[in-house]
């Protein structure tokens, strides 16, 4: 039976406390019976599969550093849906330069600017999530948000496999 192929995702890994803070966030708000993934910070959507060997040995000279240091920086209206914005200009810089050694196969959603973010609701009514984000701005507060490492996936209707794991040094 042949192997189906599959775009690849590349998203960064947090720590288990500030992943456990956001994915509680998301089972609360994003709409149950379309919430088939944990909370995620996606760098790239979709790269071709044939990039998994190379792709690999990149995210794997990307972690040789210490860990990008991040927060969380508001909150971003994505008129039907609400994601937490993330600031991190290190994180940002590996972005760019995994994206510069891509160029010319990234979709153009990964060529478009990067808006690093979580969401945590999304394919809500417009006015549900203003009410959201409304209600999440009086408590939400910049905080420092670590990021573990970077990790590879094949995208499978729907749902994520875990292809690769490179976590920074500490």
Known sequence: ???EIAPLIVSALLVP???????????AHFPPERNRLPAHLTLFRHLPPSLLPELKHRLGDAVRSAPPRAETAGLIDLDGGVAVRIASPALEGIRADLASSFRGLLTPQDQ???????????KVAPAEARALKSHLETDLRPRPLRIDGLAAFAYRDGLWEPLSRHMFRR
């Open 17 to 27: 406390e500030d992943f456990a803070w956001l994915d509680a966030l998301r089972r």
């Open 112 to 122: 478009a600017g990067w808006r690093p973010h979580v969401t945590i609701q999304n």
């Open 1 to 3: 039976m042949p192997v």
